[in-house]
């Protein structure tokens, strides 16, 4: 059984900066991708960021040059970095592992 629990999350003024962290259960992580996701109001769920097993990232470009993503096999959790925030980053930021496991989501609200 897989679980994801996001944390970090909250309320930040533009050009702030937040971390988040997913906490990650189960024995596959260490061989998994994993990734961030969001969710605005009214809007689908787009990618933000992933990283692999090997360390390779990949961004979606109105991230690029602000966020990072990192993972820690030992502990088994992802984090991501969010540097530079604009009022467009407000969405909930979901985790993803595996493809398929979703974490519940943690709220990130940027103010101008």
């Known amino acids: 059984q897989v679980r994801l629990v996001e944390s970090g999350g909250g309320l930040v003024q533009a050009g702030g900066s937040l971390r988040l962290s997913c906490a990650a259960s189960?024995?596959?992580?260490?061989?998994?991708?994993a990734g961030w996701y969001r969710q605005a109001p009214g809007k689908q769920r787009e990618f933000v960021a992933t990283?692999?097993?090997?360390?390779?990232?990949n961004y979606a470009d109105s991230v690029k040059g602000r966020f990072a993503i990192s993972r820690d096999n030992a502990n088994n959790i992802v984090y991501l970095q969010m540097n530079s925030l604009k009022p467009d980053d407000t969405a909930v930021y979901y985790c993803?592992?595996?493809?398929?496991?979703w974490g519940q989501g943690t709220q990130v609200t940027v103010s101008s």
């Open positions: 990283v692999s097993p090997g360390d390779s990232t």
């Open positions: 189960g024995s596959i992580f260490r061989i998994s991708a």
């Open positions: 993803r592992l595996a493809g398929q496991y």
